[in-house]
């Protein structure tokens, strides 16, 4: 069983760029052995795939997001990062972190999660 923490959410104006981190830790847990994706929810909409970064480290964006935000992971310190260029209003939203360990080397996001954070709150502010 992994236990998974988003940090870094709070109130943000648009146009603010914000970082959020989701630490990871486990008994026997090696982040590079996992493919981690963020989601968001904005309030009244569908949980969306924004980012993951595979067990082989490749990085896959959605196209709303695409070059602004940037995903990285810290395998020394089992942390998985969202560095986003915050600009539209479906992004004031809760964010999630959540972690599938695939059976093979992948490149592209897996299409379902064992684990789930709980959840980062990002608020506009006006």
């Known amino acids: 069983q992994l236990q998974l923490v988003e940090s870094g959410g709070g109130l943000v104006q648009p146009g603010e760029s914000l970082r959020l981190s989701c630490a990871a830790s486990g008994y026997g847990f090696t982040l590079d052995d996992y493919a981690i994706t963020w989601f968001r929810q904005a309030p009244g909409k569908e949980r969306k795939e924004i980012a993951c970064i595979t067990n082989v480290g490749s990085t896959n964006y959605a196209d709303p997001v695409k070059g602004r935000f940037t995903i990285s992971r810290d395998s020394a310190k089992n942390t998985v990062s969202l560095q986003m260029d915050l600009q539209k209003p479906e992004e004031t939203a809760v964010y999630y972190c959540?972690?599938?360990?695939?059976?093979?080397?992948?490149?592209?996001?897996?299409?379902?999660?064992?684990?789930w954070g709980q959840g980062a709150q990002v608020t506009g502010s006006s």
């Open positions: 959540a972690v599938v360990q695939p059976s093979w080397p992948r490149r592209n996001c897996p299409l379902e999660y064992d684990y």
